[in-house]
Antibody, heavy 120, light 108 residues
Framework: EVQLVESGGGLVQPGRSLRLSCTAS????????MSWVRQAPGKGLEWVGF??????????EYAASVKGRFTISRDDSKSIAYLQMNSLKTEDTAVYYC???????????WGRGTLVTVSS | DIQMTQSPSSLSASVGDRVTITCRAS??????LNWYQQKPGKAPKLLIY???SLQSGVPSRFSGSGSGTDFTLTISSLQPEDFATYYC??????????FGQGTRLEIK
């Protein structure tokens, strides 16, 4: 089955760090760019960041709201994408979705999401 | 960043109705517009990409149109499973892609 499964969410204090994982199955993970999209409680969708496939350099892009604090990486041998979140703020509280990028900057496969709550 | 504005923000309709949701971009985005459906507690699902292309597996009652700054998502005959929130997303100004604020479609 083609799917993405996120893990690693939870409750964390402001200023601390958390790493999310996204495990892919059912497709050739290394062929695709991957993005993270988040959704604050009761709010809309916000693109967080993106990592290109190794064929396109494996480079990353980030939203201004997280640039310098969040880092996306990937391990193609394990079919996992990571979102390292540092210096967390209360406004980072959201469900974080891992998504597969189609090649044209739309997202054709989504995980179920993992909730990150930043609170003291 | 390009701002995406959806209208209406919420909409009540009945099973069998024809429904249209509008998305307007703050500048021209050609046909780089995508639509998603999200049901409560679930992940979004891609419906339409490149303004009018139907994603595989999506029922043909969904259609998209538009180019430039104005786009529409139409559901030709609402089914019970279509009550959800719909989001547009521009993929023109990459990597700074942006979503609309969402349109909540409710049962009348």
């Amino acid at each position: 089955e083609v799917q993405l499964v996120e893990s690693g969410g939870g409750l964390v204090q402001p200023g601390r760090s958390l790493r999310l994982s996204c495990t892919a199955s059912g497709f050739t993970f290394g062929d695709y760019a991957m993005s993270w999209v988040r959704q604050a409680p009761g709010k809309g969708l916000e693109w967080v960041g993106f990592i290109r496939s190794k064929a396109y350099g494996g480079t990353t892009e980030y939203a201004a709201s997280v640039k310098g604090r969040f880092t996306i990486s990937r391990d193609d041998s394990k079919s996992i994408a990571y979102l390292q979140m540092n210096s967390l703020k209360t406004e980072d509280t959201a469900v974080y979705y891992c998504t597969r990028e189609s090649g044209n900057w739309y997202f054709d496969l989504w995980g179920r999401g993992t909730l990150v709550t930043v609170s003291s | 960043d390009i701002q995406m504005t959806q209208s209406p923000s919420s909409l009540s309709a009945s099973v069998g109705d024809r429904v249209t949701i509008t998305c307007r971009a703050s500048q021209s985005i050609s046909s780089y517009l995508n639509w998603y459906q999200q049901k409560p507690g679930k992940a979004p699902k891609l419906l339409i990409y490149a303004a009018s292309s139907l994603q595989s597996g999506v029922p043909s009652r969904f259609s998209g149109s538009g180019s430039g700054t104005d786009f529409t998502l139409t559901i030709s005959s609402l089914q019970p499973e279509d009550f959800a929130t719909y989001y547009c997303q521009q993929s023109y100004s990459t990597p700074r892609i942006t979503f609309g604020q969402g349109t909540r479609l409710e049962i009348k």
